[in-house]
């Protein structure tokens, strides 16, 4: 049951970083510049059967292909988990879409999306499903993800500029 949970954490913290840094469209490559260096928070982790954890991130955003892609490295942790992930995102014309690896558990799968006026709304599937929406900024970006099914229902998060 925590190798389950551990999977699902790392899916849905996977999906989130993999989002923080996709807000903006690809023409719009000032926005990726903002977004670019490292970011550090924390927020909540609520498993399905009431229990919740704090989580402490740390996360660095790479711009690619000029401005049309982006790379990130996260390390989350909580007081039962540890998380490392990779994602490799595209941006065309506001629309996201892309894949994500959580390497401690072999879990991955993609994430196709929307952005515009600071709010990015996504949905992502693989190993699970789910949505998300991040609402950003320069200097902060606050994330909200919920699944369905599963031993994780929600995931809440704020990421500041480090």
Known sequence: ??????????????IAFSTLGTAAPATAQSDLSVLAGSWSGGGQIRLADGRSERLSCRASYNQRDGGSGLGLSIRCASQSYKIELRSSLKLAGGRVNGSWEERSFNAGGSVTGSSASGLLRLAFSGTMDGSLSVSYGGSSQQVSIKTSGGELSAISLSLKRV
């Open 1 to 14: 049951m925590a190798n389950a949970l551990r999977s699902t954490l790392g899916i849905i913290s996977a």
